[in-house]
């Protein structure tokens, strides 16, 4: 059975940081490409970030210079660390692993708020 449980999330003042993580269990997690995406109440699920299984990363216009991926084959995690965190990053963030089949995991809330 697969599981990517998503943990880390919470209620933050804008300018501050969060470290999101998600462990994978189930798959073999070093052939996966892993993902963050984020939901926000009224909009699509967009991505975050990704980074492939060599490595190689991607963000989004929005995030870029403040969220960094990272993964941790050894731990069958996946990081994402967010800093100078804005109003607009509150969302629920969702982590994929992707190949042939996508996996999600069911989410964390992120809430940016003074």
């Known amino acids: 059975q697969v599981q990517l449980v998503e943990s880390g999330g919470g209620l933050v003042q804008p300018g501050g940081s969060l470290r999101l993580s998600c462990a994978a269990s189930g798959i073999i997690f070093s052939i996966y490409t892993m993902a963050w995406y984020r939901q926000a109440p009224g909009k699509q699920r967009e991505l975050v970030a990704r980074i492939s299984i060599g490595g190689s990363t991607t963000y989004a216009d929005s995030v870029k210079g403040r969220f960094t991926i990272s993964r941790d084959n050894a731990k069958n995690t996946v990081y994402l660390q967010m800093n100078s965190l804005k109003p607009e990053d509150t969302a629920v963030y969702y982590c994929?692993?992707?190949?042939?089949?996508?996996?999600w995991g069911q989410g964390t809330q992120v809430t940016v708020s003074s």
């Open positions: 994929k692993a992707a190949r042939s089949v996508d996996y």
